[in-house]
């Protein structure tokens, strides 16, 4: 694994021993299907404990149905939804929020870092106010942002406060809230419904799981229907138990909070080996589990050479996620190469 290890994205990373061996423990026998078995129930209160509050709770298969199913739950098919103009809802989920609202406008924000802020609502939702416009009915942020930046704890209490003088619901996209937790060395509650956080999905894909994200409602009354919104979008799972088990071992012995500090402090190694080599520049401050480069095309193209991958986006930015498996060794290698290469270009 060490000499073949990519740090394109934290999807790449297996599956972690403890969501693993909570799989293997479920597929013990037989469960009643659909959720009403040990599993799920079990998971289900070590989310209620996690987060201190009697939060209702649906497990998914993916992002992309946390997110817009999510979304669709908050607002008719004839209001919007604010994002950020990179939100992943925005550039990566090819519409889903929109279709599975049958039609709400994801109205876009521009920013610098993907952060949006409570001027950038506010002109939204006063900028127009007739009938031929998409009222404006939530907000999503995600948490981190598309940049690898973390919203302060500060700065989701003032999103908040705006949705709440406005009218607006307010979602969390937390497809790494695991790192965005281990940044800020906070209470998972005071992230999310202490500081105003209607409904989150949780992401646990790239926490450590094979598959399954979660879908948090801390407001209970928002969650009416929405088991019957998973099953039309086919996320209802029959043998339940393998989304739910990941979460209840994961939970219970703090493995989601040690693996998030572990992709961390690799982001952090990483960026504390590469910053100041010449044609290398950090493009946004290192605050979860990415590291964002400005490169040149030479450099682009050595390391592409030398058999690393890594999407490339954002501002032209090349972007490496790691995960829970990271090998120091291996991130170590990654930055050996670049130092070698940007040498060799300035000779």
Not at 35 to 42: E, I, K, S
Not at 258 to 277: D, I, K, M, P, S
Request: a negative charge; proline letters at 3%.
């Amino acid at each position: 694994m060490p000499n073949t290890q990519q740090f394109a994205s934290d999807n790449y990373a297996g599956i972690c021993p403890e969501a693993l061996r909570a799989m293997e423990e479920a597929n013990r026998g037989s469960a009643t299907a659909y959720g009403d078995d040990p599993w799920t129930l079990r998971a289900a209160d070590a989310f209620r404990r996690t987060f201190e509050t009697d939060c209702e709770l649906f497990f998914v298969f993916n992002g992309t149905a946390a997110n817009s199913l999510a979304l669709a739950s908050l607002c008719q098919s004839y209001e919007s939804i604010i994002a950020a103009d990179i939100a992943h809802v925005e550039t990566d989920e090819c519409g889903a929020p929109e279709f599975f609202s049958n039609g709400a406008k994801i109205l876009v924000g521009r920013t610098t870092n993907g952060k949006l802020t409570p001027e950038t609502i506010r002109a939204f939702v006063l900028g127009r106010t007739d009938i031929h416009f998409p009222r404006p009915k939530a907000v999503t942020i995600t948490q981190p942002t598309e940049t690898g930046q973390v919203y302060t704890l500060d700065e989701i209490r003032a999103i908040s406060a705006t949705c709440r003088e406005l009218g607006l619901r307010l979602h969390m996209d937390g497809a790494r809230f695991a790192n965005a937790v281990e940044t800020l060395g906070c209470a998972p509650a005071e992230m999310t419904w202490r500081a105003g956080v209607d409904v989150m999905s949780f992401g646990g894909t790239k926490n450590g799981m094979a598959i399954g994200e979660a879908v948090i409602f801390f407001d209970r009354a928002l969650a009416e229907g929405f088991d019957y919104r998973c099953k039309q979008a086919g996320q209802l799972a029959s043998k339940m138990r393998f989304l739910s088990a990941p979460w209840a071992v994961m939970f219970e012995t703090g493995a989601w909070r040690t693996h998030a500090a572990h992709a961390n402090a690799c982001a952090r190694h990483f960026a504390r080996q590469v910053e100041g080599l010449p044609g290398v520049e950090i493009m946004f401050p290192v605050e979860a589990n990415g590291v964002f480069l400005k490169l040149s095309e030479t450099l682009t193209a050595g390391l592409h050479a030398r058999g690393w991958r890594f999407y490339t986006f954002i501002g032209g930015s090349a972007r490496f996620m790691f995960a829970w498996d990271s090998h120091i060794a291996r991130v170590d290698a990654l930055a050996a190469d670049l130092r070698a290469l940007t040498t060799a270009d300035a000779a």
